[in-house]
């Protein structure tokens, strides 16, 4: 099962992209999947979650400018970005992610892909 990232860019500020995850396999609809995000020298984190039944949570810096969507007839998940700032530079990751008890989400380590580059110019 393989997820492939795409949708990446150059972008100025104040401006929007929209992320695509494709995914492989028969797995992708009965699973939880998240998009991350990593600059050089820090730890990947999570933007955003979406469940099997379409519910969805954010981090808070993205709240309210990204949305995270799912398509299962097509096995993709997307991440439409809007307001776009310098700090939302990254590349961005998506995967299958398992939620925790305590609200937290897990991701599945044997299913990172390339990830894509976003980079907001000011």
């Known amino acids: 099962v393989q997820l492939v990232e795409s949708g990446g860019g150059l972008v100025q500020a104040g401006g929007s992209l929209r992320l695509s995850c494709a995914a492989s396999?028969?797995?992708?609809?009965?699973?939880?999947l998240g998009w991350y995000r990593q600059v050089p020298g820090k730890q990947r984190e999570l933007v955003a979650a979406i469940n099997s039944d379409g519910s969805t949570n954010y981090a808070g810096p993205v709240k309210g400018r990204f949305t995270i969507s799912r398509d299962n007839a097509k096995n993709t998940m997307y991440l439409q970005m809007n307001s776009l700032k310098p700090e939302d530079t990254a590349v961005y990751y998506c995967n299958y992610v398992r939620a925790l008890s305590s609200g937290a989400y897990v991701p599945s380590p044997g299913y990172w892909g390339q990830g894509t580059q976003v980079t907001v110019s000011s």
């Open positions: 396999g028969s797995i992708f609809s009965i699973n939880a």
